[in-house]
Every structure is written in structure tokens, then in C-alpha cells.
């Protein structure tokens, strides 16, 4: 790849469209098209125009016109990119934006790789390694939790909550290397109890982030809530009351549903991914069984899971039973107990039932009833609270192994300290941990390999 030769790419979805925008960036980006287009006022060229403005004229190919199209001007360094760009929004014409694709393809422009924009952006300081990543996000983003998480993060989230305490940590880095310089003489430049604090404070902020990468995974892919419980409980109208929709097949049948069948829907901007599973027996068939040793298996994958008994009184002695042998099963899960079929029992019984389970929720599927209070209760369940806080939550795995690396360094020199080691030792530590904390942002590691990988998932154009 040469640095700075001109890339050109489609930004808008391929396809046809009121509009489309071709975006160019590069060295020469305004000299290309100034070639081939031709300003509807005479004489005028982009060259000569102020960084971020527009254009209105025809992209001509030998003589014959294109396209009517606005042209936006970018210059270097103030762009997006942080080169020159230009911007062509012509027709959405599959056949017009092919055209001029082409046209300056023949003409000293290659396509860009995907990602090739924002990666640009970055090796022009424009922004940094996590807000890079981090635009791939924004275009992800399908519900108002991974938006926020994913705009926040763009926005510098873990930069902006690491970079004092990591300039903080050169300067002590700074000061105890030059403490062994002096090896022989008996000097502390780095003040001992300053250090630690330090190093407390930034163990405190490396764990508040790592335990906010299961809650920012959650709402960016969706809460999985496994529902589960005894065949014929109405699991399966339960997926379908929440959806709204007749995804599964409901019967009287005993053992209907087979196969785990998923849909998600967003409850308050929170993506929830309900797994209706095949109800739990003791049974011969194979293939149920295959189908119920499957919704053990969602059910341990899941973040929630519902546990569904059937209202109906009839087996009341087994049934505590039955939700402690489920919460012994699962003992690191939030568990929902629901007692579906309430509009076969009596008020009474809904009494004792309520008095006998603790928070236990009751509905019924078949009439929709309880569908609602089920919902808040899921919503609440979620600590929702982070998000309206604004608090910056790790949502890219990449960043959760290096904050992770990075909190095991400084783990050691928290020993290394306590311990009064050799300064020399735990220094490499503090090294250590800066660089991790570096590779988050970028400003260490960051060789091609990297870089291809991260931006390769981008979408083209971007
Ligand atoms: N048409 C269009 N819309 C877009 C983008 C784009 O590239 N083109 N963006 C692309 O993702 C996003 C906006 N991000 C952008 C960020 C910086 C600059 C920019 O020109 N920055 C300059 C100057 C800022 C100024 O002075 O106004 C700079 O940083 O120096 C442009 C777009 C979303 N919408
Ligand atoms: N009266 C009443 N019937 C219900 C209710 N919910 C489900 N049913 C009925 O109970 C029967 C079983 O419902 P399903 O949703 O198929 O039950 P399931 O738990 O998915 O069963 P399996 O897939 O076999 O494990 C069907 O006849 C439903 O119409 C309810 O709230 N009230
Ligand atoms: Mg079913």
C-alpha cells in the first residue's frame, strides 16, 4: 500500500437509491476530479475552493455527461481522513455510480480496502485506535443501548478514563528508572506513597472496566433469556406472546417443541434474545432428548433464564423441589420462576400460589396477561443504570484482553511494592502495563497485522 495514493469507494449502500455519495481520498483526490468535472460556473475549479464546501456541476467523460452531481471539498489536513477527500453525490443510479467509479479508477484512483477511511483517519491522528473501532459500532448499532455504548466510546470513552492515570504512570516509570541509574546511592525520587495510590487508583478503574465487558457484551448482542421448564407449560406461547409473532409451533402435545427456536426483541432500547427450548422429561425418544440435553445447554449459555411451571396446583409438593434442583443446576444464574396458566386457577389459588414461591410472576401466555409485568421485571433485572450514567462500558473483546493484561501487570507491582523488591523488577511491570494500555489506543503494538485484522470488518467505504 502506498501512503497517501488515492482511494475511492461507494459510502452509501450499494443499490439503487435517491442518492449516492462516492467518497475520494488521498493526495490527489481534488485534482482527480477536477478533471472530469465541470462546475456549472465557467471556469471555476475545485482546486481553488476553501476546505468544506460544495460544488454544484456535471461529471463529463469525454464530453459526454455523467451525472449532475454537488462535489464536497475536503483539505488537508481538515477531513475526516485527514487528507484531501472529495465527496460526489450523484443520482443513485446503480449504472451512474458504476460510471464514475470506473472513470476514476482508469484515472489514478484504486478501490479502498474496507476500513480503509477510518484507518487512514487513524494513522492521521484524527482519532485514535478504540475510537476507530468504535465507528464500526456506531454503523452496528441497532438499539438505543448498543448506540449509546458504541457513540460513547467514539467519543474517547476509555481513552479519556485512562489517559491521566496512564501519563500519571510514565511519570513514575520516568522517575524510577532514573532511581536506577543511581543504583549504588540510596535515592527514591518516586514518592512511595504517592505510587501507591497510584497504582490503587488504576487497579480500581481496570477492574470497573473489566466488569462492564459482560453487561457491554450483553446489550450490544442481545440479553440471551433461556426459557425452560416441563413439556406442555406453554414455553413455547410464552416466545410467542413476547414476540408477538407465531414463531413456534403451540400444541397440547407433550413434547412439541424439539429444536431450540430464538428471536429477539427490544424491551425500553434493550435487545433480549429469547431461546424457547424442549421441555424437560424423562423420555426415550432420541431426538427429544438431543432436543433437551440442547436447552440444558442454552440455558447455561444464557444470561437469564425462565424457569416456567404450570399454575395449576396439582403437583404442589414437587415443585419446590423442582426450582431448587433448577437453581442448583444453574447457581450462577439469575433464574425467573413464572407460573404460567393462570386463567385456569382460581383467585385463591393464585393467593397461595404467590405465598408459597417467592417472587414468583404469574401470567398467561394463551391470553397475553402478564406479558408486560414480565417485561419490566426483565428490564429491571438489567443494571441499566451505567448506561444513563454515561459510564464508559467495554464492549470490544480486544480491548477487554489488554485491560485485562494490563491489570495483571500492575497487580505485580502492587507485589512488588508490598514487598520492597528491586526496583528494577517491578519497573518492568510498570512498563508492561503501559503498553497494554497502549494497544488499546494504539500508541504501542499496532503493526499491520493488527491493523488489517481490526479494520478488515469494517463495511466498504468506511
Ligand atoms: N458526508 C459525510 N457525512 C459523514 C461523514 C463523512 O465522512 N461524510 N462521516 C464520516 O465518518 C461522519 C462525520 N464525521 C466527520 C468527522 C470529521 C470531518 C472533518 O471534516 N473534520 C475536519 C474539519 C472539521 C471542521 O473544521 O468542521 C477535521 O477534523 O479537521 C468530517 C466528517 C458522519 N457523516
Ligand atoms: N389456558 C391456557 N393454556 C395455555 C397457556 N399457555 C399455553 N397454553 C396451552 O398449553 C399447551 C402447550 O403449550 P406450548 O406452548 O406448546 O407448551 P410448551 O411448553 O412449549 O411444550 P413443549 O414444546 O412440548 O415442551 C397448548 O395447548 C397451549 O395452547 C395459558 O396461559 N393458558
Ligand atoms: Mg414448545
Keep these: 500500500m502506498i501512503k497517501n495514493d488515492t482511494i475511492i469507494a461507494l459510502a452509501t449502500p450499494s443499490g439503487i437509491g435517491a442518492i449516492a455519495v462516492i467518497r475520494l481520498s488521498g493526495e490527489n483526490a481534488i485534482t482527480i476530479v477536477d478533471t472530469f468535472f465541470k462546475s456549472i460556473k465557467k471556469g471555476k475549479t475545485l482546486q481553488n475552493q476553501k476546505s468544506h464546501t460544495i460544488h454544484l456541476g456535471h461529471i463529463i467523460n469525454d464530453k459526454d455527461v455523467l451525472d449532475e452531481v454537488l462535489v464536497s471539498v475536503f483539505k488537508n489536513p481538515n477531513s ?70 458504541a457513540i460513547q466510546q467514539m467519543r474517547g470513552g476509555i481513552t479519556n478514563e485512562l489517559k491521566e492515570l496512564r501519563s500519571k504512570l510514565l511519570d513514575f516509570a520516568a522517575l524510577i528508572e532514573l532511581e536506577l541509574d543511581f543504583s549504588g546511592e540510596d535515592v527514591e525520587f518516586a514518592d512511595r506513597t504517592q505510587f501507591k495510590e497510584l497504582v490503587a487508583k488504576i487497579t480500581y478503574v481496570l477492574k470497573r472496566l473489566i466488569d462492564s465487558f459482560a453487561f457491554g457484551n450483553a446489550m450490544k448482542n442481545g440479553i440471551p433469556v433461556a426459557i425452560i421448564g416441563e413439556p406442555n407449560v406453554g414455553k413455547s406461547t410464552l416466545l410467542n406472546a413476547l414476540l408477538n409473532e407465531e414463531k413456534a409451533i403451540v400444541s397440547d402435545i407433550a413434547g412439541t417443541t424439539r429444536d431450540a427456536i430464538e428471536d429477539e426483541i427490544s424491551i425500553n432500547g434493550v435487545i433480549f434474545r429469547f431461546i424457547d427450548t424442549a421441555g424437560i422429561r424423562e423420555t426415550e425418544d432420541v431426538v427429544e432428548n438431543i432436543g433437551i440435553k440442547k436447552a440444558y445447554e442454552k440455558a447455561e449459555n444464557a444470561q437469564l433464564i425462565i424457569f416456567l411451571i404450570d399454575a395449576r396446583t ?149
Design 80 to 149: 475526516y481522513t485527514g487528507e484531501n477527500v472529495v465527496e460526489i453525490s450523484c443520482h443513485g443510479s446503480a449504472y451512474i455510480q458504476q460510471e464514475i467509479i470506473q472513470l476514476f479508477l482508469k484515472n489514478g484512483c484504486r478501490m479502498a480496502d474496507n476500513g480503509e477511511f477510518t484507518m487512514r483517519a487513524f494513522l492521521n491522528g484524527k482519532m485514535d485506535l478504540s475510537q476507530a473501532e468504535a465507528v464500526a459500532d456506531v454503523i452496528a448499532s441497532n438499539s438505543a443501548a448498543s448506540h449509546q455504548m
Design 314 to 462: 396439582e403437583k404442589k409438593s414437587q415443585r419446590k423441589q423442582e426450582i431448587d434442583l433448577i437453581k442448583k443446576r444453574f447457581p450462577n444464574k439469575r433464574l425467573l420462576v413464572i407460573a404460567n396458566k393462570i386463567d385456569l386457577i382460581s383467585n385463591n389459588d393464585r393467593n397461595a400460589l404467590e405465598s408459597e414461591i417467592d417472587n414468583l410472576i404469574l401470567l398467561s401466555a394463551k391470553n397475553k396477561t402478564g406479558i408486560e409485568d414480565l417485561k419490566n421485571e426483565l428490564i429491571s433485572l438489567v443494571n441499566i443504570g451505567a448506561l444513563s450514567n454515561n459510564e464508559t462500558i467495554v464492549t470490544n473483546s480486544r480491548h477487554f484482553e489488554a485491560l485485562n493484561n494490563a491489570l495483571l501487570a500492575i497487580q505485580s507491582v502492587k507485589e512488588g511494592i508490598d514487598l520492597e523488591i528491586s526496583t528494577d523488577l517491578f519497573s518492568i511491570d510498570i512498563r508492561e502495563c503501559l503498553r497494554h494500555l497502549g494497544t488499546i489506543t494504539g500508541d504501542y503494538d499496532v503493526d499491520k497485522d493488527i491493523l488489517g485484522h481490526i479494520f478488515s470488518n469494517f463495511c466498504i467505504g468506511k
